[in-house]
């Protein structure tokens, strides 16, 4: 992790919002999934769109993620990327396959 | 000195973390009734981090944070002395953790076990927080702990640290934010100087995983895979974790996480943190 969070220093930049809402949620210190599988059940909050959507894509493509931000800021110990990102996609969206068979991303 | 030597259960059962026991007591122990020469009241195990930490870091033990008494007594005005044990006193009373396993009573073995072991420093079970449990969520979730584990080791810094934190205008804008319950603000980072001064990296310690292989990534995964097969009773298939102390935290900050009061209507800080600077994520 850099002088600071990956979102301060990026804002703009793909899966900011994915590596905020994560540490937010996720990060050991502060570890409350339930309040982010609430979270990612409300239909009101922009971000979480964005947010669904740059974890479908981290999922799809996570050779796009940057180096180990992820990891840094989250620290998560599934082993690698894709199984955390893919844990995490069970966890908040259930059963609803993150990328459809076509290789399309699902509508939400 | 490499490594860690006090594995998991090689006490024999033995209370870790008790903070004084007559059969604990060092060489230069002396018998009582000679009033020159200090009692040492640590175990061997709280010796020897602490030892390890003077060694590899500089860290001074003895050293106090020089309290801005005034200031802290400021900061909840209808608080009287000792201002630093009221601060903590009235964040016992919130939910956040900081103070439970950020703060000095913490030791630096108990930091260091929970670093390699995932021994959660607030759970007071000695059998469960052995066992990896978790001491502050409910029912028996593991403890979870980042590469690192962290503490302001001067209860007068922690409590500074928390009066001048929750004034800060980052701070103060993330307790601010108009509350949700399903979210949360994003956590903050304020740098250790800013909070203590110069020398306030100096009331901060901490100890990281020993990377394996050169990756720290794959020394948590080992960690979570080490306490997995200990907890079935099974012979792990992977090294037992390593520590050792974070060099320094000079230039360092204090990550500040906010979540919901007790109450849920509102903000609070849920812990704080001192993190080093960046360029020490590698096992130096």
Known sequence: MDEDFYWKRH??????????????????????PESLQRLARREDRPEMRVFKAELRQAITHPEQLPSDELFDHVQYDDGSDEAFLRRLWRELYGDEPPVTESGLHSTP | MVGFDRGFDRDNGAEGDRPAEAGAHGDSTVQDGDPRVAVETRTRGEAYADLRQVVRTGWDRHQRFDTPRSELAMFRAERASPEAMRIIVAADQGGGHGHIRHEG???????????????????????????????????????????????ITDPDAFATVLARGSAHPDVRAALSTPY?????????????????????????????LEPVAGSTRTAVDNRRAWRTAIADGRQPDVPEPRAHPVPTFEGGTIVFAVSHNRQRNGYEIATLFPQSPAHDLTHH
């Open chain 1, 11 to 32: 804002p703009d930049r793909p899966f900011a919002t994915l590596i905020r809402i994560t540490t937010t949620y996720l990060h050991p210190e502060a570890d409350d």
């Open chain 2, 180 to 208: 949700d319950r399903d979210s949360r603000p994003g956590p903050v980072r304020i740098p250790i100087a800013d909070l203590l001064g110069s020398d306030g990296h100096r009331a901060c310690t901490g100890w990281q």
């Open chain 2, 105 to 151: 009573w913490v030791t630096e073995e108990a930091s260091m076990r929970r670093v390699a072991y995932l021994e959660d420093p607030a759970q007071l079970d000695p059998g469960r927080r052995r066992a990896g449990i978790d001491g502050l969520r409910p029912g028996d979730r593991n403890h979870l702990c980042a590469s690192r584990s962290t503490r």
